[in-house]
């Protein structure tokens, strides 16, 4: 069974940093596209980034290029979206999401496996 569980979120001041993860079972994590989600209350879920895991290809969303970086830790089937340089519009649900031939990558209607969700809050 293909599972997603995000974890990492919370309440940072603006210009500060996360690490937000993504812990996946189920798969070979190899196989995948991983995907970063967000939501922010009373808008559509975007995209924010993603990789292909297999060759390491990513993409970003252009309100967070140069500010988050994704990535993958091989052993622990991880894949990890460090954030940088937060600000209050980056304030969302966060979600990670998995598929195998998404067409448009950071388009969630693209991913069938999804996690539960963290909350990032930025604040002053």
């Known amino acids: 069974q293909v599972q997603l569980v995000e974890s990492g979120g919370g309440l940072v001041q603006p210009g500060g940093s996360l690490r937000l993860s993504c812990a996946v079972s189920g798969f070979s994590l190899p196989d995948y596209v991983i995907g970063w989600f967000r939501q922010a209350p009373g808008k559509e879920r975007e995209g924010v980034s993603y990789i292909s895991v297999i060759d390491g290809n990513t993409g970003y969303t252009d309100s967070v290029k140069g500010r988050f970086t994704i990535s993958r830790v091989d052993v622990k089937d991880t894949v990890f979206l460090q954030m940088n340089s937060l600000q209050p519009e980056d304030t969302a649900v966060y979600y990670c999401?998995?598929?195998?031939?998404?067409?448009?990558?950071?388009?969630?209607?693209?991913?069938?496996?999804w996690g539960q969700g963290t909350q990032v809050t930025v604040s002053s």
């Open positions: 999401a998995a598929d195998l031939y998404p067409l448009v990558p950071l388009n969630p209607k693209a991913y069938d496996h």
